[in-house]
């Protein structure tokens, strides 16, 4: 048994294949000529646009303004002068507005020396306002505005404030290298968060394969003797699913349909915690993000620091390109991210990874039917039945499926990785997720 702490239900052990990128320092990935920045890079509405066609635009421009309550201000990651608005797709499937940039002018801190800035006088209302202004999501994968998970409703407090700091998809290493080459200013940004939250207790969750990230960051929290703690966890996936690493952390269940603060917790990302530091100390927008470019087919993987709306080909490109066709593009990490089918995909603050995967890693097999051998039950965290659950949905049972709970399902993918007949157990889920969607707002009338 491990010493480790860890979730206590399903979860599985993929090959990590960390090794490619986990020594590689974030290297800059080259500028793009033409940017392209959807306007829906977030969870919730999407934002308003501030610009039109052949308009001039500076670099660190606000040019989508946050459109709702859940939404998060866009800025220009470059100079440049707006081509068109157009529509595209993102890799989930969703289509959305995006500016497309040509770059001209100058960049702003290119070759200048930062100017660091002293948040320590600044009022909680001040530091929460420069948040929102600049445009902070999770960068962990969910998206949601920092600024909203940061502003506590009335009679709520946080208990424990957990820094997400599993990176538990294989492939990707982004996360572990911001830790490493970035350790200090993660730290700050937690402690700017700090503030915010009033936390009894804060700890950052590392999966034990990063043990130097661990004794890195430990050793930097006692020299600036800090009120935070580092826990290593178990190495096993998905580790680091939001309701996954609460239990683990804190032995608390949020229950069914809930919110982390139900049992008060907030949860931040590492990579957030970064642009947190870089909003308040540099005063700088979320223009750029770091992404692990990986894979079998990539000719030299590497972690790269992109500006947002580059595209997927530019990155691959600064990695050499394919040592190989690659049978499936992915953004983000195997197990949760979605399949690309256009290389000029943009970059968003979302985009943890691009994995560019050779046949050899994909176990592409056509779908036979069910075995009825229960590894998907029991490789399930979240406790469900997913084959019911998929045979509900494939039948239009919506609201079997519901009462089986759909809704509960993370999405993590271990059930399909566990499968011996390859059902395409989680795509069934998030169909079916996407079908109820649209029945509860046509019942809506929207
Ligand atoms: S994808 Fe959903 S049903 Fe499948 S193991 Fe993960 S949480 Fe369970
Ligand atoms: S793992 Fe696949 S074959 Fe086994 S019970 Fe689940 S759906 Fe059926």
Not at 405 to 430: K, N, T, W
Request: aromatic share 4%; with cysteine; glycine share 10%.
């Amino acid at each position: 048994m491990s010493r480790f702490k860890t979730f206590p239900k399903g979860g599985i052990h993929p090959t990590d294949y960390k090794e490619a990128t986990c020594n590689k320092e974030v290297q800059n990935a080259s500028l793009t000529s033409t940017a392209i920045i959807p306007l829906s890079q977030h969870i919730g509405a999407p934002s308003e646009c501030l610009v039109q066609k052949g308009d001039l635009v500076e670099e660190e421009q606000i040019i989508g303004k946050s459109g709702g309550f859940v939404s998060a201000n866009i800025h220009s990651p470059v100079p440049g002068e707006v081509l068109e608005i157009k529509k595209i797709f993102l890799p989930n499937g969703m289509a959305v507005d995006a500016v497309v940039i040509e770059v001209k002018g100058e960049f702003k801190r290119l070759g200048k020396d930062a100017d660091l800035r002293d948040w320590s006088g600044m009022s909680n209302e001040e530091i929460s306002a420069k948040i929102a202004e600049m445009g902070i999501v999770g960068q962990g994968g969910a998206t949601f505005p920092t600024h909203v998970k940061l502003s506590l409703p009335k009679g709520k407090s946080c208990e424990t404030f957990i820094i997400n700091a599993v990176e538990c998809e294989p492939y990707l290493t982004s996360d572990h290298r911001i830790m490493l080459e970035k350790g200090s200013e993660v730290l700050e940004g937690i402690q700017i968060m700090q503030r915010l939250l009033s936390p009894l207790k804060t700890v950052i969750g590392i999966e034990a394969n990063k043990m130097d990230a661990v004794e890195l960051l430990q050793s930097l929290i006692t020299e600036k003797g800090l009120d935070i703690e580092v826990m290593p966890l178990e190495v096993k996936y998905p580790q680091g699913a939001e309701k996954n690493l609460i239990k683990a952390i804190t032995g608390r269940e949020v229950p069914s349909g809930k919110l982390p603060l139900e049992v008060g917790v907030i949860n931040a990302n590492v990579g957030t915690c970064l642009s947190v530091y870089e909003a308040l100390v540099l005063d700088k927008p979320v223009i750029e993000r770091v992404v692990t470019v990986s894979g079998g087919a990539i000719k030299n993987p590497s972690n790269l620091k992109a500006r947002i709306g580059t595209s997927f080909r530019s990155l691959i490109d600064d990695c050499g390109g394919f040592s190989e066709e690659p049978v499936k593009i992915i953004a983000g990490g195997p197990m949760m991210g979605f399949a690309v089918y256009d290389l000029d995909t943009p970059v968003t603050k979302g985009t943890s990874g691009i994995l560019a995967l050779t046949s050899k890693e994909i176990k592409a097999a056509k779908p036979t039917p069910c075995l009825s051998c229960g590894r998907c039950v029991s490789s399930c965290p979240m406790g469900l039945n997913p084959t019911k659950i998929f045979k509900y949905i494939d039948f239009n049972m919506t609201e079997e499926a519901l009462e089986a709970g759909l809704m509960d399902c993370v999405e993590c993918g271990s059930c399909s990785y566990m499968c011996p007949a390859h059902i395409p157990l989680v795509q069934g889920f998030r169909g079916g997720k996407k079908i109820i969607r649209k029945k509860s707002m046509k019942k809506a009338g929207q």
